[in-house]
C-alpha cells in the first residue's frame, strides 16, 4: 500500500496557474504509474492525467490538454500536476492517485478500476 498527500491547492484567477504535489510513502513509488483526478460540486469525479512509472509516457484528459502537465521525480517520490491557463471550470477537489499494479501504463490508469491508492485532495478554486 501507498500513501499519498497532496499539497499546493489554492484560490487562482482564470488564466492563472497553479502547480500540485503528491508526495508518496510506502511501496516503491518508481515502478508505479501515477494518475490525477478531479471532482466538482455536485459532478463525478472525473480523470485528469496519468504517467508512467518512468515519466516517459503520458496521457491527459482532452479537457485539460496543453494546459496541463504531469510530472514525477522518482528519487523525491514525489508527482507533479502543473496546471496553466487555468479556467473557472477547473475549479475541483484534485486526488492524486497510485495504479493497483506496477507498470500499468498510463492510459489504463485513466479508469479508476485500476486505483489502488487515493490522496485526501486539495481543493483548487479558479475566479472568472
Known amino acids: 500500500q501507498v500513501q499519498l498527500v497532496e499539497s499546493g491547492g489554492g484560490l487562482v484567477q482564470a488564466g492563472g496557474s497553479l502547480r500540485l504535489s503528491c508526495a508518496a510513502s510506502?511501496?516503491?513509488?518508481?515502478?508505479?504509474?501515477m494518475g490525477w483526478f478531479r471532482q466538482a460540486p455536485g459532478k463525478e469525479r472525473e480523470f485528469v492525467g496519468a504517467i508512467s512509472w518512468s515519466g516517459g509516457s503520458k496521457y491527459y484528459a482532452d479537457s485539460v490538454k496543453g494546459r496541463f502537465t504531469i510530472s514525477r521525480d522518482n528519487a523525491k517520490k514525489t508527482a507533479y500536476l502543473q496546471m496553466n491557463s487555468l479556467k473557472p471550470e477547473d475549479t475541483a477537489v484534485y486526488y492524486c492517485?497510485?495504479?493497483?499494479?506496477?507498470?500499468?501504463?498510463?492510459?489504463?490508469?485513466?479508469?479508476?478500476?485500476?486505483?489502488?491508492?487515493w490522496g485526501q485532495g486539495t481543493q483548487v478554486t479558479v475566479s472568472s
Open positions: 510506502g511501496r516503491t513509488f518508481s515502478n508505479y504509474a
Open positions: 492517485a497510485a495504479g493497483t499494479q506496477p507498470y500499468t501504463d498510463p492510459v489504463t490508469l485513466s479508469n479508476s478500476r485500476y486505483i489502488g491508492s
